[in-house]
């Protein structure tokens, strides 16, 4: 009878709130019980900033917030919580850029590590006695690497476009940008790194000490440790930048010579370009767009133009670093780079800027957005790595297509090419197989109550690369199932799943990326 049933239903929910409160109870009592208790916070403003992310799409609760002064109160709380009877999640929260809670741990504990920003005790951020490397704490902002290590004349070589990321966040995932063609993602510039598991050791690990771990962690979204300091190669910082955009009508024509620019990258090749990337201008009546402020306000009504005619204009960007030396040979050295190059007469656009004011380029959009209140808004991405040689069905199918005829463009789409050969293999990140592969970034912002439209767009380009057989990985990925997660290790997925047995054998961190537990 029906009151049966709902006698049943009634008890059940009654067994899962039980449940509930009795892991919420073992879970206060075992914190209460650690010497860190006093920097554990369930101060409602801790618990919902560490509820919430860049996406502003999802949102889990966890049930407290540490706010550490060393990794050894890291290493506390994770060894304390492994040899518990009734562990708890734990996730690194880095600066929280990411889109879909992968920093969100729903009633488990979320390490904010900025705090041991707050210690000046801490690594922080030191350059090498030789000049070499610079030591950095897995908190700091690579903004904030960049300023100290230019005191020293000296910079990383790798970098993301945006640069308030931390070290930690980006390691995890792959960090990449136009760099990356040629000085491969900043998960290939790293010597060494101290790396807390999920058993609560504390373990410097490089490619010769603990390698394992040293390549489980780079790119391991956060699954196998959490990284607390890293040693990042450091070169001569140039002083200022050439940097050029080229407008292309024909997709074909953009490729080839995207594919061209990439094909010299040697690291040591003083004449070849620092940087590679390219974005689509979409029709929507003007070019204010995150990251299109670039062109000239007297040249924009001819691009306008073009875009109007044509539908999708492809932007071709490249940048070439020079210094003291290198000032009188720099142009001719540009010169022969973009001989022979097939952009549109007349839409080439050139400037002359310092050096941190191109790496910090978001930053200044960042700031308009801020000031017309676009920026803390939600952030449906999605991040793809295609072959090579399905970039022109992908073309075809997913700008000239889906794009075209949804005509979302509230925000920038980024695609430029990578080698292959600059990323390491031995490292947890997933890759399309071929020498060449692009990245492709729907980099959109809606409303709060239309993200979904923008969802559906994603969707959509997702089956549609289904649908023809183009193998696509997700850079910064979210997947719901456990298939999906498998198929985008692809071979690499045995070596995840061991390593997650030995480095965090309670799937304990990160639950956030829902790999190994279900955060929804
Ligand atoms: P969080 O979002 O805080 O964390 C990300 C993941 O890493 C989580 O799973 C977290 O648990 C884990 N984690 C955090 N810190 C640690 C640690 N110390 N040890 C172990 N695990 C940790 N990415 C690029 O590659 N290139 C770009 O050009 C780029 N541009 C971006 C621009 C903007 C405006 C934004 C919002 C993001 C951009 N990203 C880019 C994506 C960015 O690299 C990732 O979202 C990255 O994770 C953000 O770093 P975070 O410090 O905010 O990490």
Request: glycine share 4%.
């Given at each position: 009878s029906p009151s049966y049933f709902t006698v049943i239903m009634l008890l059940s929910r009654l067994m899962v709130f039980i449940g509930i409160s009795k892991n919420n109870y073992v879970l206060s009592s075992n914190l209460q019980a650690l010497d860190i208790a006093p920097k554990l916070s369930r101060d409602p403003s801790a618990i919902a900033s560490a509820s919430q992310d860049y996406g502003l799409i999802v949102k889990s609760v966890p049930r407290?917030?540490?706010?550490?002064?060393?990794?050894?109160?890291?290493?506390?709380?994770?060894?304390?919580?492994?040899?518990?009877?009734?562990?708890?999640?734990?996730?690194?929260?880095?600066?929280?850029?990411?889109?879909r809670g992968q920093a969100m741990a729903k009633n488990g504990v979320v390490v904010d590590m900025t705090w041991l920003n707050k210690n000046s005790n801490q690594t922080g951020i030191r350059v090498s006695d030789d000049e070499k490397y610079v030591d950095v704490g897995g908190e700091q902002l690579w903004i904030d690497v960049l300023n100290v290590t230019l005191r020293s004349g000296l910079s990383p070589v790798s970098w993301t476009d945006y640069l308030y990321l931390t070290v930690g966040g980006t390691l995890s995932n792959a960090g990449i940008s136009g760099q990356t063609f040629r000085y491969g993602p900043q998960i290939s510039n790293v010597y060494e790194m101290d790396v807390i598991t999920g058993k609560g050791d504390f373990v410097t690990c490089s490619p010769n000490n603990y390698s394992d771990l040293f390549y489980a962690a780079l790119g391991g979204l956060g699954q196998f440790g959490i990284i607390t300091r890293a040693r990042i190669p450091l070169e001569p910082a140039p002083k200022r930048v050439k940097w050029?955009?080229?407008?292309?009508?024909?997709?074909?024509?953009?490729?080839?010579?995207?594919?061209?620019?990439?094909?010299?990258?040697?690291?040591?090749?003083?004449?070849?370009?620092?940087?590679?990337?390219?974005?689509?201008?979409?029709?929507?009546?003007?070019?204010?767009?995150?990251?299109?402020?670039?062109?000239?306000?007297?040249?924009?009504?001819?691009i306008i133009s073009l875009i109007t005619k044509y539908g999708i204009v492809y932007s071709l960007e490249i940048v070439k670093y020079y210094d003291d030396q290198t000032t009188a040979t720099v142009d001719k050295d540009l010169h022969q780079l973009l001989k022979g190059l097939s952009y549109l007469p007349g839409f080439l656009f050139e400037k002359d800027v310092g050096y941190v004011e191109f790496l910090n380029r978001v930053r200044s959009e960042e700031l308009k957005l801020r000031s017309k209140g676009i920026w803390d808004v939600?952030?449906?991405?999605?991040?793809?790595?295609?072959?090579?040689?399905?970039?022109?069905?992908?073309?075809?199918?997913?700008?000239?297509?889906?794009?075209?005829?949804?005509?979302?463009?509230?925000?920038?789409?980024?695609?430029?090419?990578?080698?292959?050969?600059?990323?390491?293999?031995?490292?947890?990140?997933?890759?399309?197989?071929?020498?060449i592969f692009y990245t492709v970034g729907f980099l959109l912002a809606s409303g709060f109550d239309n993200w979904q439209a923008v969802d559906d767009q994603n969707k959509s380009v997702l089956e549609y690369c289904e649908k023809a057989g183009i193998e696509v990985k997700q850079y910064l990925p979210h997947y719901t199932t456990k298939e999906d997660w498998i198929s985008h290790f692809g071979s690499k997925w045995n070596t995840f799943q061991q390593r997650k047995q030995q480095f965090d054998p309670k799937f304990l961190l990160s639950p956030g990326q829902s790999i190994f537990n279900n955060n929804s």
């Open positions: 407290t917030v540490l706010f550490p002064s060393s990794p050894q109160d890291i290493a506390s709380l994770i060894k304390s919580n492994y040899d518990s009877s009734a562990p708890f999640t734990i996730a690194a929260r880095g600066n929280s850029h990411s889109i050029i955009r080229m407008l292309y009508s024909d997709f074909s024509a953009f490729s080839r010579d995207q594919e061209h620019l990439i094909s010299k990258n040697e690291r040591a090749d003083q004449t070849a370009l620092n940087y590679v990337e390219g974005s689509l201008l979409l029709n929507q009546g003007s070019l204010d767009n995150f990251r299109s402020t670039f062109f000239p306000a007297q040249e924009q009504p001819k939600p952030h449906p991405w999605l991040n793809l790595f295609i072959p090579k040689s399905r970039m022109s069905d992908f073309n075809d199918g997913v700008f000239k297509g889906i794009v075209l005829q949804r005509k979302i463009t509230t925000g920038p789409l980024l695609l430029y090419p990578m080698n292959r050969n600059k990323w390491d293999d031995r490292t947890s990140a997933s890759i399309p197989e071929e020498e």
